[in-house]
């Protein structure tokens, strides 16, 4: 059962543009929603994060929304450059503390065009 | 600060061997956590280490296996592999220093396991 979901396996969007990625979660408990970032042969790496008790956090080119109401949750990137072409995935905390478990979805390859 | 470094980047073995991959976290990080990822179910939680004990484990079966050491590297065994075990298998680490907040995990690059 897939508590986290991507339902986009791609997105194209032209440079400058906004990107919107989105991702929905069927669990109700999760403290907090992340995103990462994963360019080919390389690691995820961590772009932002919303804690459960937020609805919206901003971190320069990107703003992460969250609807609880909805279990949904989109990362926006505006002006989109082409080095923002990788692959992103969502991913859901459970309760901290205890566990560095992260639930991922399938992630979202997003293509920046020039 | 070095990063998260696994060994070795590439592997090919073939079904039934097994295979022990290796993962060195960041400097004063305590928690290292073991990610499997495939084309179409992206990266699914193996297990996490913390102060050479496993505290938490995804749902994979017996044959997954890992262990932490006491300077924090950790190693995973994968024994009498299948062919769906080709896969990029990834190490996060971790400094476990938040209670109940957010702990950020920093990823290494991941080994590229082939079963034949």
């Known amino acids: 059962d897939q508590q986290v979901k991507q339902n986009s396996p791609s997105l194209s969007v032209q440079e400058g543009r906004i990107s919107i990625l989105n991702c929905d979660y069927t669990n109700s408990m999760f403290d907090y929603f992340l995103w990462y970032k994963k360019y080919p042969a390389e690691g995820p790496t961590f772009l932002i994060s919303i804690s459960s008790i937020k609805d919206k956090n901003e971190d320069g080119r990107f703003t992460v929304f969250l609807n609880k109401s909805a279990k949904h949750l989109s990362l926006h990137i505006v002006p989109s450059q082409p080095g923002d072409s990788a692959v992103y995935f969502c991913a859901a905390s459970g309760r901290g503390g205890a566990t560095n478990k992260l639930i991922f979805g399938t992630g979202t390859l997003l293509a920046v065009q020039p | 600060k070095a990063g998260v470094t696994q060994t070795p980047r590439y592997l090919i073995k073939t079904r039934g061997q097994q295979v022990t991959l290796s993962c060195s976290p960041i400097s004063g990080h305590r928690s290292v956590s073991w990610y499997q990822q495939t084309p179409g179910q992206g990266l699914q939680f193996l297990f996490e280490?913390?102060?050479?004990?496993?505290?938490n484990k995804g749902n994979f079966p017996g044959r997954f296996s890992g262990r932490q050491f006491s300077n924090s590297r950790s190693e995973m065994n994968v024994s009498t592999l299948e062919l769906g075990d080709s896969a990029l298998y990834l190490c996060?680490?971790?400094?476990?220093?938040?209670?109940?907040?957010?702990?950020?995990?920093?990823f290494g690059p991941g080994t590229r396991l082939t079963v034949l």
């Open positions: 996060a680490s971790s400094s476990a220093l938040k209670r109940g907040g957010l702990d950020e995990q920093f």
């Open positions: 280490y913390f102060s050479e004990t496993q505290r």
